[in-house]
Each structure stands twice: as C-alpha cells, then as structure tokens.
C-alpha cells in the first residue's frame, strides 16, 4: 500500500463625593452613575471562524457571567449570570431582552466569561423546548455544558453552529468603552483541500459534483469551564473537554467551497471542505476521510501511532485528484493554531476504492 505524506503545522468609583473646587474635580464614579456594561467579541491572537468569518456571525447567542473581584482580598463572587446576548456579525453585541443592561460595580473589577455554542434545548418538564441556558438564572456550568457538533455540516450555517467559543476577559475595570471578550476555539477544525491534478481543472471540482465526509467520529462533548484560569490555553481549555457517558460516534459531512485564497493553496483556484469536529484520538489504520468526485468512493486511514486532533487547531489535508491513471495523491496537509507554526512529518496510508459507481 502506498504511503503519501502529510505534513502537520501547528499554527499559534472608588466611592467619592460630589464635591469639587476650582483646583480639582473627582471622575470616579458615584454609585448612582455606575457605568453600563457594553461588549463587543474578537477572535483571540488572530483566529477566525473560516475564510469568509472572522468573528461571531449574526444571531449567535451569547451568555456572559461575571464575578466581582474583592479589591482588598482578591477574593471572586458572583454578580450577574447568564445574561444573554446576541452577536450583530460585527463585533457587537446587544442584549436579547430589550432594555437589559448590566452596570459595573461602582468600584470593584470584574472577570468575565462568556460562551458562544450548540448546547441545545430542554427535552422535558416546565422550561421544555427552551434554550438549555436559562437566562438570569444559570451560573457558570459547574458541572459541565454538553455540546453537540453537528454531522451535517454541509452548509455555513450548520458549520458555524458546530463550533463551540470560550472568553474569558480577568479583572476588568469599569470603563465607558465595550470590553472586548477575546473568543477562541475550544473544538478542532479539519480542511480537506482538493487541488485538481491530471485531466482536471478546478471546474470539474465543485460543491455540486464533490462531497467529502469524515468518518466514525464522536460528535458530543461536555465542556466544563474552570474559572480559575484567566488566561487559558489551547492546553488548558482541551482539558475543559470530556466525553459523556456512552458517546457514539458517527460520521460528518463536510461543507464543500471554491476559494482563491493563497492561504488554502498555492494553486490559483482551490475547492475545500471545512468541518468542526470534537478533539479525540483517531487510531492508526482506522479510515478517516471519504472523498467522493467521478462516482467514486476514496477513503484515507489514519496514519501510524494514530492521529489526535487537539483544541484550537486547525488540520489542512491537501488532496490531488488525478482523472488520468485514476490515482489519488496526497500533497501537504497544514495544522494550524490559528498563530505560530511548527512542523510535524506525518505518514497517511490511502485505502483502495471501497466501491464505485457509475455516473
């Protein structure tokens, strides 16, 4: 069986009077005109959602928690929970519930934490059919939020749902601007790149002609945020992460586009499949990958030693599809952490066609 190389990179007030003077005037606010909390999102050391998103898409919910920081013990209590927000596409966000606003304490800090995600809704009793957050009421999930990748991700929308986003902005101050909450990824993002090669053009490659899935994949996962960190890592929030009791595992369909971008290829034109899917461990041998163009069924094994997919990176899986000969050949693959590169040699093994149909 041949082997094709991939090639991993793993991109990277105080409280005061009224008084004044002619001398001076205090503009630390009186609790009576503590500031109002405005927030805006970004997407943390430069990471986007996909080459066409590089922040939250409109209408994606929000909910932020917030602790009061003791400014004398440093000790953190609650403040206000789950207030829930909408993103505007932007960088904006606006509460769901017309007219409710959040003000800063009138002194202390705050640390924020906010999560933007596919966490379902209530399946029984009184609040059945609502969103499993219940807003205002819900603390920070202390015993862990499930969240669910979707396995038909062929479109944008079912793409970006899949994605799970944390934030946490520490010991934030009251200030008149929008304190902005630096998202990142917490969940892992797979790129199948399709490059056309012998008796191919990049129109014989389309999203109507090509489909591409990823196979036997758990696609449920419980996130269990630790307030703690104020500053996590990719690290640290993969190990937030775990499976729920009895996860099954199923397979994905990808979302299939046609790009110019230089970034997904150095070809002039490039169609490529982008998919969310749940950090885990593939094992070595186990097929992986399912490219379907001309009626026929190509499948990818999982490389020696196994393939692990980590929170906050990105796998770029470059393909060649040959017409002449029918062969299938596989060029560099980027992993990426969405900032600093490194580079790991990989080996993938390609399965023979498992069935073909004519068209």
């Known amino acids: 069986m041949k082997k094709k190389t991939i090639l991993l990179t793993i991109l990277t007030a105080t409280m005061v009077t009224a008084c004044s003077n002619d001398e001076q005037q205090a503009e630390q606010a009186t609790p009576a005109q503590q500031r109002e ?3 805006s999102t970004n997407m943390l050391e430069a990471n986007t959602r996909s080459y066409t998103a590089t922040n939250l898409q409109s209408g994606d919910t929000v909910y932020v928690w ?19 927000l909408i993103a505007n596409g932007v960088g904006g966000l606006t509460p769901q519930a017309s007219g409710n606003t959040k003000l800063f304490p009138a002194t202390n800090a705050l640390h924020f934490f906010a999560l933007c995600g596919n966490f379902g809704l209530v399946t029984e009793g009184p609040r059945e059919g609502e969103p499993t957050v219940e807003p205002e009421v819900d603390g920070l999930p202390t015993g862990g ?5 979707l396995n038909d991700q062929t479109t944008a929308t079912a793409y970006y749902k899949s994605d799970l986003l944390y934030a946490v902005k520490p010991s934030q101050e009251p ?9 990142a990824h917490v969940l892992s993002r ?20 090509t489909s591409v899935s990823l196979l036997t994949l758990k696609n449920k996962v419980m996130f269990l945020p630790d307030s703690t960190k104020h500053a996590p890592t990719n690290i640290e929030r993969g190990a937030m992460l775990s499976f729920p009791s009895g996860t099954q595992t199923g397979d994905i369909a990808m979302t299939v586009s046609v790009s110019s971008s ?9 169609v490529y499949a982008d998919a969310i899917v749940v950090p885990q461990t593939v094992a ?5 990958i399912k490219v379907t163009y001309l009626g026929r069924d190509t499948y990818f094994k999982a490389p020696a030693g196994g393939m692990t997919f980590e929170s906050g990176k ?5 393909l060649t599809a040959d017409r002449i000969g029918e062969t299938y050949e596989l060029d560099g693959v980027t992993v990426e952490n969405w900032s600093d590169a490194e580079e790991v040699d990989k080996w993938f093994d390609t399965l023979t066609d498992k069935k073909t149909t004519t068209n």
């Open 314 to 318: 990105q796998y770029r899986i470059r």
């Open 37 to 39: 909390i405005r927030l």
């Open 190 to 209: 797979i790129q199948v790149v399709l490059i056309p090669g012998n008796g191919f053009n990049v129109s014989d490659l389309t999203a109507q002609t």
């Open 262 to 270: 230089e970034d997904a290829t150095p070809a002039a034109s490039t």
């Open 175 to 183: 200030i008149a601007e929008a304190v902005q909450l630096p998202f």
């Open 284 to 288: 070595a041998g186990t097929p992986l």
């Open 66 to 84: 917030t602790a009061m920081v003791n400014g004398s013990t440093g000790e953190a209590t609650d403040y206000f929970k789950a207030w829930t």
């Open 145 to 149: 939020i499930l969240h669910t990748v």
